[in-house]
C-alpha cells in the first residue's frame, strides 16, 4: 500500500516583503521599515487630495494630465508615506470662496460653459473675453475641476492658520498663470492667490518662491501693490519667445516708490541649460537674504516640475535630487509652509519628483528603486528609479555664465536695500473675507461704548452731596 503524502506541506511564513504573494499592507509595511518612515518629530505634515481631480482630462494632445497626480500618489503610498503623514480628502471650494480674487461673470461663464454649448453665441465673445482656445480649452468637468484644486490649497492653507500642519502639500494646486477674470498658460483659477489671501487673514508676511520653469505671473500680479507679500521666481525669461514673457531682472513692483508694491516683485529670469549645482546655488544665495531681511511668517513654495530635465515644455537641466534641496533649503527655516504642484509636461518624472518632495517633507530617506508593488510600475521604463539622469532625455546647452548668474544676485540684494527690513504689519487695505468679520467687531465695540457711556451718565446724576452750592 502506497504511502499517503501530505498534500500541504509545512509552511514557514517568509519574511516580510520577500515574496509576491503577500498582501499590499504587509509590502507597504515592509517599505515603511526599510525607510524608516515614522511620523515627524515636533511638527506635522498634511497631504491635502480628492480623486476626482486626478480624472480630469484636457485633451488627447494637450500637454497638462491630471492624471501625473494618480502617479505621484501611487508612488507616495507605495512606500508608505501616507503613515507619516495627516490625509485629508478636499472638498470643492465654493463659489464665494473663489470670488474672493475671481470677478463674478469670468466664474460664471466656467460654471456654465462646456464642449457643447460653446459654440453658441452667448458663450463666443466670452472665449475671446476671457482667453478660451488651445492652451485653456473647454472641458467636460472643467468647474469642477478648478473648484477641486483650489479647495485643496485653501484647506492647506487653514490646516497651516489653525496650527493643525506645518507643511500642507497639495500636489494638484498651484496654476500660477491664472488673472483676475482670465485664464492663462493651462490655469484657470489661481488657487495660490486665494490660499495667500487665507493665510494673510493671520500671517503679517507671506514669502511667495516659485521654481516652474514659467514665471508666476499670475501670483506676482495679483499682489503687485502690497508689501505683504514677497513674491520670487526663478524662471526662464525670453520677452519674444517663451511663455508668458514676463519676468525680467528690472520688473521688481511698481515704479512709484510710495506704492507699498514697490520692490516686492522679484524675479530671477534664466537661461536654457542651467545645471544643478549652479541652480542650487543661485536659488540659496537669493532666497537666503530674502528670509533674513524680509522675515516672512509663512511661505508658499511652488515646486513646477517643468523645470526639470527633458520635461515637454521645459530647457533646463535640473535633476530631481537638485530640484528637491530647494524645497529641504526653504524647510530649514521653520516656518509654516504650504507646497504646491504647478507646471509638469513628461508625468512620470513629475510624479517622481513630487514623490520624492513628499519624503522630504516627511523627512524620510527613501531608497531610489520604485517598490515593486508601485502600480503602472511599467510605465516608469526600464530602471524604475526615482531618480534617473534626467539629461539622458534631452540636454540643452547651458547658456548661463558664471558671471550672468553673479549678477542677477547682485542686482536682486539691491532691490532688498530698498525693503530694508520686515514692513509695517498694520493692515491698511483687508483680505476681501476680513470685511464681516470687522463690521462684527466694530458693532461689538460701539455697542460696549454707549453701554459704558450710559453707566457714566447713571453715575454723574447721582454725584449731588450735602454741602453743595445751589444757585
Known sequence: MARRISVVQDYRHPPAGATSTFTLDERVQYEIIQNGIEKPKGYTVSYHTNPATEKMHFGLS???KPWRLTLTNKIVLAYGMHHAMDLYLSRAATNQELSEFHTADYLDF??????????ESEFEQGTLRYNIGD???IFDGLYQYCSLYTGASLDAARKLTSNQSSIAINWSGGLHHAKKSEASGFCYINDIVLAILQLLLYHPRVLYIDID??????VEQAFWSTDRVLTVSFHKYDKENFFPGTGGLDSTGPTNASNPGAH???NVPLHDGIEDDMYYKLFEDVIGPCRQIYQPTAIVLQCGADSLGGDRLGCFNLNIRAHGKCLAFVKTFNLPLLVVGGGGYTPKNVARLWAFETSLCIGAEVHSNLPPHTPFLNHFGGDKTLFPSLSLYRKYDNRNSKQYVESVVIAIREQLR?????????????PPDLGPVREEIDREIWEENEEKEGRRRERERGRGTRGELVE
Open 418 to 430: 530698498y525693503i530694508e527690513g520686515s514692513p509695517s504689519v498694520q493692515m491698511q487695505v483687508l
Open 213 to 218: 520653469v514659467h514665471h508666476g505671473d499670475g
Open 62 to 64: 494637450h500637454p497638462m
Open 110 to 119: 466656467l460654471q456654465r460653459v462646456t464642449p457643447f454649448n460653446i459654440g
Open 264 to 266: 516686492h516683485s522679484l
Open 135 to 137: 492652451d485653456c480649452p
